[in-house]
């Protein structure tokens, strides 16, 4: 595909910006397991979109303070 882009998004579902810092609260489950949430899109990046296959990795760094 051309001219897609994939936006993450957090748990408020609005987008990340990845240059600042962000707070998130961890929702405990019963086997002590935490979990932050994200959400992904797809989005239209130029006017001249072309189909075919997108493939996406997001690696980041967690701060446990």
Not at 8 to 23: C, R, Y
Not at 42 to 52: L, M
Request: no cysteine; charged share 25%; hydrophobic share 30%.
């Amino acid at each position: 595909a051309k001219a897609i882009g994939v936006q993450v998004l957090g748990d408020d579902h609005q987008p990340l910006n990845f240059h600042e810092m962000k707070k998130v609260e961890l929702r405990s489950s019963k086997s002590d397991k935490y979990s932050v949430r994200f959400y992904s899109q797809y989005y239209q990046i130029d006017e001249q979109v072309q189909p075919g296959k997108i493939h996406a990795s997001l690696y980041f760094n967690i701060d446990y303070q």
